[in-house]
C-alpha cells in the first residue's frame, strides 16, 4: 500500500463551484502535511500547509483527521486559474516528503 | 534570489551516454534532493542530501550518482543513460528536510 494515497480524477467543475479533494496516509507516525500545486509542465509549489486545527487561506481550507489518518482540501469559489494537479504531500519526522500521486483539477467556464 | 536553478531544460541522449544535471541554490538551504516524475507514478525521490558532504540514497538511486561538495550544487549523475530513465527531474532544496520544499523548473530527459 502507497504511504499516500489520492483519488487522481480528474474532477471537472464548473467556475464558482466548491471542491473537495481527499489523501489519505498510512503511516501514523507521521506528523508535517502540505497541499502543493503542480500547473502543466511545471514545477510543484506550495500551496498550504495543513495544521492539526484546520486552516483557511483565501477560498482554500485545508483539514487534517489525524484518527482516520486523511487530509483534505476544500476549494471555494472555483476559478479557472484553479485548473491544476494538486498533490498531497505527508512527513515523518527525519525522513523525506512522501508525495502522492496528484489530484487533477479542471475548471471549465 | 533566484531560487532553485535547473540546467538544462531539455536534453536528449543516446543509450549508453553519460551527463550531468545541475542544480543550484541561492538560499542557503540544507536540504536538498532530486526527483523524478513519470506519468502515473509521481514524484520519486532519486537522491537526497542534509548538507555538504553528506548524500543518501532515496527510493530509486539506481543509474543516478550525486554528490555535495557546496552548499549551494546538488549535481545528479546518469552514469549510463537508459531509455528507463527518461523522465522529468526536479530538483528541490529546503531549510530542512521537514520544511517546505522549493522546486526548480525541472528538466527534461528523452534517452533513446
Known amino acids: 500500500r502507497k504511504e499516500v494515497e489520492q483519488d487522481p480524477g480528474p474532477f471537472n467543475v464548473p467556475e464558482g463551484a466548491t471542491v473537495a479533494f481527499n489523501c489519505t496516509y498510512s503511516?501514523?507516525?507521521?506528523?508535517?502535511f502540505f497541499w502543493y500545486r503542480q500547473d502543466c509542465r511545471k514545477e510543484p509549489k506550495l500551496l498550504m500547509s495543513?495544521?492539526?486545527s484546520g486552516n483557511e487561506d483565501g477560498r482554500f481550507t485545508a483539514q487534517l483527521n489525524r484518527a482516520s489518518q486523511y487530509i483534505s482540501l476544500l476549494i471555494r469559489d472555483s476559478k479557472l486559474s484553479d485548473s491544476a494537479t494538486y498533490l498531497c504531500?505527508?512527513?515523518?519526522?527525519?525522513?523525506?516528503?512522501?508525495f502522492g500521486k496528484g489530484t487533477s483539477l479542471l475548471v471549465t467556464p | 534570489n533566484a531560487g532553485v536553478t535547473q540546467t538544462p531544460k531539455f536534453q536528449v541522449l543516446k543509450t549508453g551516454q553519460s551527463m550531468t544535471l545541475q542544480c543550484a541554490q541561492d538560499?542557503?538551504?540544507?536540504?536538498m534532493s532530486w526527483y523524478r516524475q513519470d506519468p502515473g507514478m509521481g514524484l520519486r525521490l532519486i537522491h537526497y542530501?542534509?548538507?555538504?558532504?553528506?548524500?543518501d540514497q532515496g527510493e530509486v538511486p539506481n543509474g543516478y550518482n550525486v554528490s555535495r561538495s557546496t552548499t549551494e550544487d546538488f549535481p545528479l549523475r546518469l552514469l549510463s543513460a537508459a531509455p528507463s530513465q527518461t523522465s522529468v527531474y526536479f530538483c528541490?532544496?529546503?531549510?530542512?528536510?521537514?520544511?517546505?520544499?522549493?522546486f526548480g523548473p525541472g528538466t527534461r530527459l528523452l534517452v533513446l
Open positions: 528541490a532544496s529546503s531549510y530542512s528536510v521537514q520544511e517546505t520544499q522549493y
Open positions: 503511516n501514523s507516525a507521521s506528523q508535517s
Open positions: 495543513v495544521y492539526s
Open positions: 504531500v505527508v512527513n515523518r519526522y527525519g525522513y523525506a516528503l512522501n
Open positions: 538560499m542557503n538551504h540544507e536540504y
Open positions: 542530501s542534509v548538507g555538504a558532504g553528506i548524500t
